[in-house]
Every structure is written in C-alpha cells, then in structure tokens.
C-alpha cells in the first residue's frame, strides 16, 4: 500500500474532504495504493492548530492539553496493533475476493469507484450504529466518546479493538469490491471522520 507516484501536494487535503476523483485515485494493484492516512498526518496537526487559532480569535477555551495528548496517545496505541496485525483485515479480504467473489467490476471503472464509495459508508454507519448499540463493541467505542471535549484531537480518540469489530461488516464486500477499491475508500472514509470532529 505504499508505491509512490507523483501526485498533485494537495490530493491528501482534498481527500479529506472526498473532494478527489475516480481517475486519480483508482488502483489496479493493492500494493499501489497509496497510504492516504499517513500522508494526511501534516493535515491533522495544521487543521488542529488552525482549530486553537480560530477558537482563540473566537474568544473562546483552546481544547485542554491534558486532554489533547490523551486523544492523541489513544490514537497511538490505535495504530500499535498495524505493527502485528496490520495486514489481517486487507489479508482476509483479498484472499475472499480472489477466492470467492461472484461479481467482477472492474476497478478503473467510475461506476466501481461509486459503488466502493456506497458500500463502504454504508458499512462503517451499520458498525458506528452497533458500536453504540451492543454493549460488547460500545465497551471498545466508547473510549472514542470519552473525552469531555468534542475538538479535533478527539477524532484521534480511537480504540485498540474497534478495527476487528468493523472488519467483520467490511468482509461481505470482498465478494464484489475489488481490494484497492475497498482500501481507497476504507481510508478516505476515515479520513473525512476526521474533520467533522470540532464544534
């Protein structure tokens, strides 16, 4: 998920936003789609400090920094499962879609790049629905909703055991969304949760 090529600088801001388009962000290849979320990491920290800025000039309280670095060290330990798990998610899914998917799209096509778009919104609002209404996924979600502050470093409050509950509701497109289709918008999806996090 890491081939670099040359894109335009501002590509990750406007993926933040789902302002891109199917020609500059289709994949044939899993291993060429690149890491959005990673290279959006300047974006988080200039959008957080823009946050304070604003607030400030609002004559508002800057978010706490007791509160910020736990939002962020919570967002650390978040990614420490990468470091041994990483791939299980993207592994499970393109063995399922090699071996048992029954539609063929093909994944230059825009119609694809829409449908991955749908289905994966779609997914991840039924796991954000359950996470808040079974006790088992809540007890991991709701170190997301733990911070008494709702800013932009809350949007990195995750949980350590919310991405293999989620998993499980992205594995039934593996029979119809091409892999790079899916890791595209799995990571745009999360990306635009980012921002919408602030007041």
């Known amino acids: 998920m890491a081939a670099e090529k040359s894109r335009p600088l501002l590509l990750n801001l406007r993926a933040m936003f789902y302002m891109v388009t199917p020609n500059e962000t289709s994949f044939e290849k899993l291993n060429d789609v690149p890491n959005f979320v ?14 304070c800025i604003i607030l400030k000039l609002q004559g508002k309280e800057i978010p706490r920094i007791n509160d910020g670095i736990n939002s962020k060290s919570h967002g650390l330990l978040s990614q420490m499962h990468s470091l041994l798990f990483g791939s299980l998610e993207l ?3 393109y063995w399922l879609y090699t071996n048992w998917h029954f539609i063929d799209l093909p994944w230059d096509n825009t119609w694809t790049w829409l449908i991955g ?3 994966v919104d779609f997914s991840y609002y039924w796991f954000h629905r359950f996470s808040h209404e079974s006790n088992i996924i809540w007890a991991s979600h709701q170190v997301h909703h733990s911070s008494e502050d709702y800013n932009l470093t ?6 350590l055991m ?3 509950y989620s998993m499980l509701l992205n594995f ?6 091409p892999p790079s289709v899916f890791c595209v918008h799995q990571q745009f999806n999360l990306l635009y949760q980012f921002w919408i996090h602030t007041e």
């Open 38 to 51: 990673d290279e959006a990491i300047p974006y988080f920290v200039v959008m957080i400090i823009l946050e």
């Open 91 to 93: 592994a499970v899914y």
């Open 117 to 119: 778009f749908v289905a």
């Open 154 to 159: 809350t949007a990195l409050r995750q949980s």
């Open 162 to 164: 919310q991405k293999y």
């Open 172 to 177: 039934p497109m593996a029979f119809f969304i």
